[in-house]
């Protein structure tokens, strides 16, 4: 609250220096009934001071910062009462409600200046109260010393005292004010538009107070004062707000001043023409109120320029470099407001350093709002000249900002380097333009179309370009100036040395270049017609290039941005955009189906550049009419088929596959025609297959010479690839096919890559089979046919596994991975209605053998830890061309898996690679987890527990033979490695792993007291030291859950055990340490060997289970039995009822029973969970 004026004399305000604040209500009710008779009675929003008025209607002055925004929506309705109130309710007749304070203010201006100080400190959310008192005197110095901001421990209270003259103000607030709430930061769009509102309101007031109150050395003063106070305070909410209320008034000053200057330019020119007058017209008095007025007015323009001035020092220059970086950011958005609006006192070297410093700053908003206001400067031309020094000092930081972490400050960065060349012609250098278009190949596209865009501009909008040679039609000016162009942008790709990336050349400059890209008349024509020496030049060196580029706008059109690899989110392509789009579509389609054909002819004998121009039909528009290019069709066609008999490249194959499944669907306007000339083409190549395999196969045996061979080949190269895109099984491929793997499984010399094609094709066969079986109803024969194919072509490649060369090895564990995937998705979609399904389940054999071969053709070559590198200097091309296609026999694997094809326990020997393959397969193997754990988490835990128990039997059957260093044992230190590894995955909600993680545990008991008898043994079981891995996962349990697992170690190791505190008893210390958390095994664990297992004395050996027997017997487990857990909302999870355990009978079932607590009061420990008399049994 805010006590009212009282004018005292100095030793009173001496000793009231603090005013009471129950004193201060009641001379507020009194002064409210006197200012009551004096106001008007048609501005009811202002009756009586607001003060007294929030006293009834609020109990804190930011009573509103809580509710939500349809409330606020609501009270709309409700008149106003303060100020704060008018502008958080958003009134749209801001200007009417500051005419009414100022007729308030002009009749009582002290409680108008209260209400504009209330309004402040109320727009810093402060939920405290204010106390005013007058003072009259500045050079009083008892009272100056007192304007402090502390702390009262005592009440709780923090307060400011200072002075904002006639005014000593004391704001009293809770300690907890600066928490960071308060309306400028709040979110929420009520909360935008109030920011917005409070900046208006400032603007508003000094805009209607120009011509009057602004002047009365009163009012701005004391708002001056108020606001340099509060800027200045330690609380983050005073500092934030009133420093944007402050440079709010002064950017509004500013605009003051404009005025002034006009009005003062304006009664100069009348005072020269009444001074040009002749002596007879001259009217001196004239002269004297002209001169009177101009006088005046520049005292004001100069008034004004003192209070800017105390602003600017008193505010600007203490939290220009505020810790907050939202009060930098205000401060550099407006003093590049001030420069660009009132240069004469702003655009200096002065000012101009601040923001310079800033552009260092570490927020990135800060820079952006520098870099923004920079543009803004450097734009006008009347105001960059006073920027020469600024560029030179501070050039090589902007150039900088383009590698700006930011991405939108790298931008705007960008954008102002452009401006900035486009100012001063010699500042940058060309190194500095060499950096900076590079960024065309920047994978952010805002900053690779900023980047295209100087780059068009400085280089293919060169003047000299645009003035072609006299004398030439339209159309050679035309292709005159591409051409010129796409020298200018071949020479700069070259420099660059990038030649892998035109298509983000082209992605980059098609916003400000696409008419010169998507000229397709052009670039054609200059491919397809003879030409001057000059363009053979071109045809010679950059022919390549062209084609590359005419592609990469033929695609850009189609698909338009942003590039595969730009894009930051799925982007919504407007109307406009569609139109544009199908505009061009339609005249690539047009113009390319004329063209194609004659492109096709030129280029036959390059297959690269043929490769190109195949891919072009793919982007035709289908909504063409197609019997007016039926002839240009016809033509294109016949061109193709020449492509695809003359060349056996798999690239060019692939394409032209690709380009005739796009002319022969069924939305293409020429289908049949399409169709007939590609059914043609696979009749005339699978005929020829089967003659030439007629000669050469004879009694089982490949009897082929070179040239038969060669046919062979490039004709299987050719229907593979067909198949690949569009279905052949009506010309029965798969048994000719199957021919060829038939005499290489049962007699070899088939050549390696006739094999291969062969493996491939007859896969696309099954492929398609198994795609389109149960779309129609079939019969049972027909199903067991194809079932037989199946497995017969499984068959042929178990055996090619084994085969000498590793390119059809892995051809055939491809085929196999494919062809199982495809049937269980088959089964999966499989309708009973279409008649028996296609059942076909791989037989263990099988199953080892693609197991063996991810064993022996994937985790192969060095052993690499989790601290190697998988990019170092020494490893090459050929390392990275290695690992990546080991990465996909990988995750061909794994997919097994995944899809249930192969069984789960399959993946043990996956994981157990996980360490020593991080690098190179982490995230294959991690993924692999992920996925079995949402199939089947139990199950999933299993085969955790199979990988580790495995790892640790054969290092211990190592250490028990005596043959330490075997390949492919690991230590015990990386089994525990890989254990904590494996804990990690299973992430922070424990209550969701709670049953995985349990039965873990129960395994682990179980695998090492199998057999162990607790009255007659005396020495340790065999498997003890496993317990030290086990306890990697004790920290995932739940506090009930350990306490459920304790006593069941406690069942299988004895009382008797567990007080033993010999060496070899060591890892059961630390286990159950890890259980009951505590340090109790921290001394334990250093006795234990990071790279090898203790080899007690006493140990039996003679135990030693197998493998198989440690994993999968199961007759004597007893079931473990966790509490439910249940978790209501959000709320803590706590414990209601204590968890009893207790033995049954022959202490071979453990259950966890639940019972009252005993004093009825419940457990609050963070750590205990809700537990309920339901029970799980693993």
Known sequence: MIAEPTLLSKSVQKENSGVDVSSCLTSNRQRDENRQKTVRGKRKAREGSENAKRKHSRTSSNGSLGRVENEQLKDREVEAVTLFEVVTMGKSAMQAVVDDWIEAYIMDRDSALLDIISFFIQCSGCKGVVTAEMFQSRQDSEVMSKMVEDLDEGSGLQYKKFLAFPWILTVTWPMDMDSGEYPLVMSGLYWKRFRLHFCEFVSVLVAQCQYNVIFDNYLLNTLISLLTELSDSRVRAFRHTCTLAAVKLLSALVNVALNLGISVGNSQRLYDVECAKTASKRAAPRLERIQRKINELQDRKLEIENMMDAIFKGVFLKRYRDVIPEIRSICMEELTVWMRLYSPVFLNDSCLKYVGWMLHDKHPDVRLKCVLGLQGLYEDAHLRTKMDLFTVRFKERMISMTLDKDHEVAVQAMRLLMVISQSYEEVLSQDDYKHMFQFVYSSYRPLAAAAGEFLYSKLLSNPALTEPRDGLSEENRQRELTMARLRTLLHFFKESEVHEHVLCLVDSLWDCGGAFLKDWVSLTSLLLQPSSSQEQDLRDTDEDLVIEILLASVRQAVEGPPLTGRGSGKKVTSAKEKRSQTDDCTGLTEHFIKVLPELLSKY??????????????????????????????????????????????????????????????????????????????IQRWAKTLGMCLEESLSDG??????????????????????????????????????????????????????????????????????????????????????????????????????????????????????????????????????????????????????????????????????????????????????????????????????????????????FK?????????????????????????????????????QLFLRLKQEQDSGSMGSPGVQTYSSIKELARRFSLTF?????????????????????????????????????????????????????????????????????????????????????????????????????????????????????????????????????????????????HVRSVEETKVAEQNQGTKMQSATGLPLDGQQRTSPDDVDVDTVEIDL
């Open 604 to 681: 036959l004998e390059d297959a690269k550049k043929l490769t190109s121009f195949l891919k072009i039909p793919q982007y035709f528009q289908m909504d063409t009419q197609g019997d007016e290019y039926l002839e240009s069709m016809q033509a294109l066609l016949a061109q193709l088929e020449a492509a695809v008999e003359k060349h056996t490249g798999a690239e060019l194959l692939e394409e032209a596959a690709r380009s005739y499944q796009i002319l022969c669907s069924e939305e293409s306007p020429w289908h049949s025609l399409a169709s007939s000339a590609m059914d043609q083409l």
């Open 701 to 910: 045996v490949f009897t082929a010479d070179e040239e038969k061979t060669g046919e062979i080949l490039s004709t299987l190269k050719k229907l593979t690839a067909f198949y690949n895109a569009q279905d052949l099984s009506k010309w029965e491929l798969y048994e000719l096919g199957s021919k060829l793997l038939v005499v290489e499984t049962q007699n070899g010399g088939l050549p390696v890559e006739v094999t291969v094609e062969a493996l491939r094709c007859v896969c696309y066969s099954v492929l398609w089979k198994l795609n389109t079986f149960g779309e129609v109803a079939v019969s049972r024969e027909l199903a067991i046919h194809q079932r037989n194919q199946l497995r017969a072509f499984c068959e042929k490649c178990l055996r090619c596994l084994s085969h000498n060369e590793h390119q059809v090895r892995e051809q055939a564990f491809m085929s196999l991975c494919d062809i199982l995937i495809a049937h269980n998705y088959q089964l999966q979609m499989w309708d009973p209605s279409a008649g028996p399904p296609l059942l076909y389940t791989p037989d263990p054999k099988l199953q080892k053998a693609l197991l063996t071969f991810i064993l022996d053709h994937v985790f192969t070559g060095p052993e690499l830890d989790s601290h190697s590198r998988a990019g170092e200097s020494d490893c090459g091309v050929s390392r990275l061309e290695d690992l990546h296609r080991r990465r996909n026999l990988l995750a061909a694997y794994c997919k097994l898996i995944v899809h249930s094809v192969l069984e789960m326990s399959m993946a043990a020997e996956i």
């Open 913 to 949: 690679q996980y360490m020593k393959y991080y690098n190179d397969f982490g995230d294959i193997i991690k993924e692999t987890l992920n996925r079995t754990r949402q199939m089947d988490k139990i199950e999933s835990a299993r085969t955790l527990v199979l990988c580790l128990q």
């Open 987 to 1131: 992430g922070w909600d424990q209550i969701k792993s709670r049953e995985s993680l349990a039965m873990i545990h129960r395994d682990g008991i179980e695998f090492v007291f199998k057999g162990f008898v607790q009255q007659g043994e005396k020495h340790s079981p065999p498997y003890l030291s496993y317990l030290t891995i086990l306890s990697e996962f004790s920290s995932k349990l739940l506090k009930p859950d350990k306490k459920t697992v304790y006593t069941y170690l406690q069942k299988y190791a004895g009382d008797q055990t567990f007080s033993n505190r010999e060496e070899c008893w060591l890892p059961l210390i630390y286990y159950r340490a890890s259980l009951q958390g505590t340090t109790e095994g921290e001394d334990a664990v250093s006795y234990i060997s990071s790279d090898t297992i203790k080899q007690f004395a006493h140990t039996n050996r003679s135990r030693s289970p197998s493998i198989k027997q440690a994993v999968s017997e199961g007759d004597m487990r007893s079931p473990l039995t966790l509490p439910c857990i249940e978790t209501k909302g959000n709320k």
